[in-house]
T-cell receptor, first 111, second 115 residues
Framework: GDSVTQMEGPVTLSEEAFLTINCTYT??????LFWYVQYPGEGLQLLLK?????DKGSNKGFEATYRKETTSFHLEKGSVQVSDSAVYFC??????????FGKGTRLSVIA | DADVTQTPRNRITKTGKRIMLECSQT?????MYWYRQDPGLGLRLIYY???????NKGEISDGYSVSRQAQAKFSLSLESAIPNQTALYFC??????????????FGPGTRLTVT
């Protein structure tokens, strides 16, 4: 079945540092790719998505590019803020199949 | 008002008790899901339903059952709760979209503790 591997956390960064969270996936065909974020005490919410190869999803300063050749969808942000502290989940999604979530990467940003 | 609601938000119960977690949505989506979240294990799919007459097992369905009472309601039951079912439970919904895949919308979660 489909699977996803995320870099293990926790990741601790100082404010304004550059962030990369790696995500690679295994899926049949060409799935859509999603990044979700979970703030403390809340449910997951969509951060960004990409539906085909070379698409770049972006939101709130975060970006991720759909790389078919490396089956990757790494999350990046140029300058993190304390308010970005959360758990981040990568998820591929194929047609008529539930999303498969990674184990999540906890990010802590310190001032 | 929230689009996906879960009740209760917190529950403490004893081993062997029957527990029902409820999920309601106002998004008009046909597809609904139940996940559990455990530290270090991410989200794991328990059951999902693509319409009122459709129920499918997920990765970890043993010890759980579900009922899709209506398009808007999807309940998760633990027939005889055990301590390793202590976890955070999330309900989610989605609309298939043109590609047959779209984002899922999550409820706020139910924290269940089995003692």
């Amino acid at each position: 079945g489909d699977s996803v591997t995320q870099m293990e956390g926790p990741v601790t960064l100082s404010e304004e540092a550059f962030l990369t969270i790696n995500c690679t996936y295994t899926a049949t065909g060409y799935p859509s790719l999603f990044w979700y974020v979970q703030y403390p005490g809340e449910g997951l919410q969509l951060l960004l998505k990409a539906t085909k190869a070379d698409d770049k999803g972006s939101n709130k300063g975060f970006e991720a590019t759909y790389r078919k050749e490396t089956t990757s969808f790494h999350l990046e942000k140029g300058s993190v803020q304390v308010s970005d502290s959360a758990v981040y989940f990568c998820a591929p999604g194929r047609r008529n199949t539930p999303l498969v979530f990674g184990k999540g990467t906890r990010l802590s940003v310190i001032a | 008002d929230a689009d996906v609601t879960q009740t209760p938000r917190n529950r403490i119960t004893k081993t062997g008790k029957r527990i029902m977690l409820e999920c309601s949505q106002t998004k008009g989506h046909d597809r609904m899901y139940w996940y559990r979240q455990d530290p270090g294990l991410g989200l794991r799919l328990i059951y999902y339903s693509f319409d009122v007459k459709d129920i499918n097992k997920g990765e970890i369905s043993d010890g759980y059952s579900v009922s899709r009472q209506a398009q808007a309601k999807f309940s998760l039951s633990l027939e005889s709760a055990i301590p390793n079912q202590t976890a955070l439970y999330f309900c989610a919904t989605s609309d298939p979209g043109q590609e047959g895949t779209s984002e899922q919308y999550f409820g706020p979660g139910t924290r269940l503790t089995v003692t």
